[in-house]
């Protein structure tokens, strides 16, 4: 892809589900977070490829992406597209987290 483009994260918590420890006491267990790197592309001319996806290729760094063709072209008589990509997981340990996994 080309053109200039922001970068931003999102964090999953990993947890287990509710565990009761009394009448209407919960507990839920934490352990790391996921987290994805999304690329937004306001304007590009090129798209991601198939083997740009973790589930088509070993070495894919994507695991979804979202485009939309705008409704003008280029100076150039080229297509321009808008979107983003998220690519893949990487867990981040409790203790890496800041405040050392005091949430």
Do not use: C
């Not at 083997?51 to 008589?77: K, V």
């Not at 890496?96 to 005091?102: I, R, T």
Request: aromatic residues 10%; proline residues 6%; hydrophobic residues 30%.
């Amino acid at each position: 892809m080309d053109g200039q483009h922001l970068e931003s994260y999102r964090y999953r918590l990993r947890s287990s589900g509710l565990t009761p420890t009394g009448p209407g006491e919960f507990v839920v267990q934490t352990f790391g977070v996921d987290k994805n790197k999304i690329t937004l592309w306001p304007a590009t001319h090129t798209l991601p490829g198939t083997e740009d996806f973790s589930g088509a290729s070993i070495t894919g760094e994507f695991i979804s992406a979202n485009f939309q063709r705008l409704p003008y072209l280029s100076s150039s008589n080229r297509h321009i597209f808008s979107g983003q990509v998220i690519h893949k997981s990487e867990f981040v340990d409790e203790s890496e987290l800041p405040g050392g996994g005091n949430l």
